[in-house]
């Protein structure tokens, strides 16, 4: 028998299964499950047309506000109703109003661990794969039936392995790595497959910069990303997941893979996502002059309190540009009040910006920032599709925090320095 990847031993794990191999029908047990504000009137629907009176273990499941807080047309208020009502009747005892982003919420707040098996009702639930969980997007219905059932089939996914060996060069992020990868591999480079992250530049990479990588790996259409879990991860989810065995989530040195891709870190230079295709990727030195009217830093991509920081290291005692409009939202209420303690959050708003409360806003188009016609974004975010921060003729570029604040400061896209 041959070795495993990470992603069959959190299988094997879930399951009791001695084997598995890719391509093989399994039912997991999930550890958690999370719905958000715009899915949950349909998941309450589909529960109880589906013939459920409980569910199957309230205590799993996690109701979260983040993608219409705060309202922004009177329909999502209907969401709130009928997420207050399902609740209620089914004892949902987690529930965040207006905490944060879902993912960030679900990782800082210790829901998902190293090995656990999560879905949610958003496709960047694969975000949880930074602390070594399993972790994926499900649809409603989906969602109604395992909340239910305790239960749901998975198709074992074949692994690729992506080696980033060495040191970051100075500019270069996370993000960078990621849209590198898309880049290279395509939007569709990655379909149903677990994406697992190794080698010595990825074990350096702090918890905020896994979940960046591991949040956009749906992006090449990713089932999960993965990373081996650590001290990093232990410390970073909950204290109280050290008692697990961290040696039963390792890779075997035999594990098979469909392909390994490797990247020498100092190789690696700031690039951006163009309109209006994530694996549209150029280095930002060719891009540089575009004008942008507006700046986005924020989202489950990168609202985590490095990403602040390193904005505001950037942008400290200067002004953004004139004319240009920069955006900052935090990832969670928790990142909120630090960065304000540590007073980032001065920096931030003495160079002009304007920072909201925690949640997905301007990301999914929906309340603060939306852009006019023909306007021209550069953004942290994980999605440049047309329509997705105003109408079809917005321009959204994706790129890293600090080229986002070097970008504020000259009003065209920048190469920080």
């Given at each position: 028998m041959t070795g495993h990847t990470l992603i069959e031993k959190i299988i094997m794990n879930n399951t009791g299964a001695a084997d598995v191999k890719p391509g093989e029908?399994?039912?997991?047990?999930?550890?958690?499950?999370?719905?958000?504000?715009i899915f949950v009137p349909f998941v309450a629907n589909k529960f109880e047309q589906m013939g459920f009176s409980k569910i199957w273990d309230p205590d799993r499941a996690v109701l979260i506000y983040d993608h219409l807080v705060p309202a922004a047309t009177v329909d999502d208020v209907r969401h709130f109703k009928a997420g207050d009502a399902f609740a209620e009747k089914y004892g949902l005892r987690h529930?965040?109003?207006?905490?944060?982003?879902?993912?960030?919420?679900m990782v800082e707040a210790g829901y998902v661990k190293p090995g656990s098996v999560a879905f949610g009702t958003d496709s960047h639930t694969t975000t949880y794969g930074a602390v070594g969980a399993f972790s994926t997007g499900i649809g409603y219905t989906e969602m109604a039936?395992?909340?239910?059932?305790?239960?749901?089939?998975?198709?074992?996914?074949s692994t690729i392995k992506v080696?980033?060996?060495?040191e970051l060069p100075p500019g270069v992020t996370a993000k960078d790595v990621i849209l590198r990868l898309i880049g290279d591999i395509g939007a569709d480079g990655a379909v149903y497959r677990a994406l697992e992250f190794g080698g010595s530049g990825a074990k350096a990479l702090s918890l905020a910069s896994r979940m960046t990588i591991a949040n956009m790996a749906v992006e090449a259409g990713a089932k999960c990303a993965l990373f081996e879990p650590d001290e990093k991860a232990l410390e970073y989810c909950d204290k109280a997941?050290?008692?697990?065995d961290l040696a039963k989530l390792r890779p075997d040195a035999d594990a098979v893979y469909e392909k390994v891709i490797r990247y020498d870190a100092k190789t690696l230079e700031p690039v951006a996502a163009c309109p209006s295709q994530v694996d549209a990727v150029r280095p930002v030195r060719e891009l540089a002059g575009t004008k942008v009217d507006q700046v986005f830093i924020g989202s489950c991509t990168n609202g985590r309190l490095e990403d602040l920081s390193a904005a505001a290291d950037i942008l400290r005692g200067k002004k953004v540009a004139p004319f240009l409009r920069l955006v900052v939202t935090p990832a969670s209420r928790?990142?909120?009040q630090q960065a304000a303690e540590q007073g980032i959050l001065k920096d931030l708003t003495d160079a002009g910006?304007?920072?909201?409360?925690?949640?997905?806003g301007l990301c999914c188009g929906r309340a603060g920032g939306i852009m006019a016609s023909g306007e021209v974004v550069l953004a942290t975010?994980?999605?440049?599709f047309m329509g997705r921060m105003g109408d079809s003729t917005v321009q959204i570029y994706l790129a890293s925090p600090v080229v986002a604040a070097a970008t504020a400061l000259a009003g065209v896209i920048a190469v920080p320095n």
């Open positions: 029908i399994v039912t997991v047990t999930p550890d958690a499950l999370m719905i958000h504000d529930v965040h109003r207006n905490d944060g982003i879902c993912h960030q919420l039936a395992v909340l239910g059932t305790g239960e749901l089939w998975v198709r074992v996914p080696e980033l060996e060495g997941a050290g008692a697990l928790e990142i909120y910006a304007m920072v909201t409360l925690p949640g997905c975010n994980n999605r440049n």
